[in-house]
């Protein structure tokens, strides 16, 4: 990175943290997802000052209304588009979102107000991911300001409701021909790695019929609590056979430190409903879960698995799965890997491995769709920042480095 940048950046650390102050005011609370117009407007002026182009781009409520999965959601779906076309011969697409998670119980201090003290920025979007955002504007303000240019032409795409998994963001801009570019950064997880590859998600429910009863007589009915039992022990029978199965990405390096050493395909049941008084016996038992579908595995072959499974028990259930997003990954050898890797030490000095990651991230869908060669690299610390959790945080020296990471991937 050219060191006029690097000074620049290093005697411009209020701006940053105005910047983010800024942000983190906006609270882009998802559901419901409160804000949007109001964020994407102080974003448009900070970029257009800076020679973007720009696009506002508002998703059709009906387009909403059918694919919105949640009844929490409301609201107008606000996006912002951002280009600059410096003539380069390649162009880098940048990517994240905007609303946040709702801050819940248990802070120290306003979720919605940057804290700064102990070395730490504290406040709900700090890490996920207004930091980011906060550092990217940060970075192009510098590169202009001292008389450099981009290497790549630029696609900046600022989104909503990646937090509910829904369609109004990212995938929306997908579908409608808007995510374009050679390269592809997303700026969500941690800067614990260089990410390069996620599980996709399928929710599943399963419906078990029973007759209801008088439970003074329930040999009269028929239990789908107690029918729901050999069920659950058939799923998790078949947990251990999917856990088990291993992926050939390395595992997020703070999970390695707890043994994990590679991205695992993961089945879980997380909700049972069954019974609506004490002395009836219950017509009806849902069961719901997730299952976690590793990139060297498919999203279709995964829901085949678990229908083999169910078909084959002596009374099948009802059955039903939702698929969000799924699996990415991207060559380890590739050279927009090695070229982010590097970016991230010319900025901070740390050796950056990649991984995979347990968790899904919409930018899978980007990938899957549009084939552009994507690395995902944020703000925070698995382990230390409380991503989602009372008193989210960062180490202001993280923030700090973020701009010099993206400064150094986009003017080298």
Not at 66 to 80: I, P, T
Not at 190 to 195: G, K, M, R
Not at 196 to 220: C, D, K, P, Y
Not at 348 to 363: K, N
């Amino acid at each position: 990175m050219n060191m006029s940048i690097r000074r620049y950046l290093d005697g411009n650390t209020d701006y940053l943290m105005k910047v983010l102050a800024e942000l983190i005011a906006f609270e882009t609370v998802a559901p419901p997802g409160k804000n949007y117009p109001e964020v994407v407007d102080y974003l448009i002026p900070k970029f257009q000052d800076m020679g973007f182009r720009t696009d506002r781009i508002v998703v059709p409520q009906e387009v909403f209304e059918a694919k919105r999965r949640d009844s929490r959601l409301f609201g107008e779906r606000v996006n912002l588009r951002a280009r600059l076309d410096v003539g380069a011969e390649e162009t880098l697409a940048i990517y994240t979102h905007l609303d946040v998670v709702p801050p819940g119980e248990g802070w120290s201090s306003d979720p919605f107000a940057l804290d700064l003290r102990e070395g730490r920025a504290f406040g709900r979007g700090v890490c996920d991911c207004k930091g980011a955002v906060a550092g990217l504007i940060a970075a192009l303000r510098a590169v202009i300001k001292t008389g450099h240019q981009p290497k790549y032409n630029l696609e900046v795409l600022l989104t909503t409701d990646e937090e509910v998994g829904g369609y109004s963001g990212l995938c929306y801009l997908t579908d409608e021909g808007l995510v374009r570019g050679d390269k592809m950064l997303c700026m969500d997880t941690t800067s614990d790695d260089v990410v390069i590859g996620s599980n996709g998600l399928i929710t599943w429910e399963v419906t078990v019929r029973g007759m209801a009863a008088h439970s003074g007589a329930s040999f009269m009915g028929e239990n789908a609590i107690e029918k729901a039992v050999p069920i659950m022990a058939a799923l998790l029978d078949l947990k251990v056979d999917i856990e088990s199965r291993r992926s050939s990405l390395p595992a997020n390096s703070s999970l390695r430190e707890l043994g994990i050493d590679r991205l695992m395909p993961i089945l879980n049941i997380t909700m049972i409903n069954g019974g609506i008084k004490e002395n009836i016996v219950p017509d009806r038992c849902v069961l719901k879960g997730d299952r976690r579908v590793i990139p060297e595995e498919t999203m279709e072959g995964a829901m085949d698995e678990m229908e083999r499974m169910i078909a084959s028990l002596p009374s099948p259930p009802e059955l039903k799965f939702h698929p969000g997003y799924p699996p990415m990954s991207i060559d380890p050898d590739h050279p927009w890997v090695a070229e982010v890797r590097d970016a991230v030490r010319t900025a901070t000095g740390r050796e950056m491995s990649f991984s995979g990651m347990q968790g899904t991230i919409d930018q899978a869908y980007a990938t899957k769709v549009t084939g552009i060669p994507s690395c995902v690299y944020g703000i925070g610390r698995q382990i230390e920042s409380n991503i989602h959790g009372p008193d989210e945080n960062a180490r202001i020296s993280d923030l700090c480095d973020y701009p010099k990471f993206l400064a150094a991937l986009i003017a080298g």
